[in-house]
């Protein structure tokens, strides 16, 4: 096996188990520590396919730019790490367990029935520098730009709405 071998499974390794952090962690802090390796680790893979301009992007907006804001709802929310919680319910967690594995027998099937098919692929854009990203980014895909950026800002007051203590007023 060649080094660059090595170094992408030990990569895809790391990314793995701290993606796995970050769902079972109990303190947010943390969370959004392995949050930060695992997003370091996908930079490293953009690096890995040759791309040293995406690496820069995730690095720059996502594990700098969003996990600070992350980091900053957790703080101004004061999160505690999570207690266990002393809720029965019971039969959730068989119909969750069917409903999941009925969705996984779908998806198995769907991408199943459509091996056969012979699928065009996209067209690939040619973008050489920056500035045609921006011009790409900012024309042709604007729309799918603005609504990305609307669907984190309703994630981030989504969040901030499911994690705020009412207070006295609100209870009325």
Partial sequence: ML???ILFFLVVGIMLV?????????NPVYSVLS??????CLSLLFLFLGSPFLAVLQML???GAVLVLFLFVIMLLNLQEES???TKHGVLIPVGAVLSLTFLGL???IILSTRHLNTPTATPIHITSVADLAYALFTTHFLPFEMTSFL???AVIGAVTLVRKPKESDKR
Avoid: G, P
Wanted: glycine content about 0%.
């Fill in 3 to 5: 080094l660059h071998e």
């Fill in 84 to 86: 266990a919680r002393t």
């Fill in 61 to 63: 907006i996502y594990a």
């Fill in 107 to 109: 998806l198995v099937l």
């Fill in 35 to 40: 949050l930060l390796i695992s997003l370091s």
């Fill in 18 to 26: 701290s993606a796995l952090f970050v769902v079972f962690l109990k």
């Fill in 152 to 154: 984190m800002l309703v």
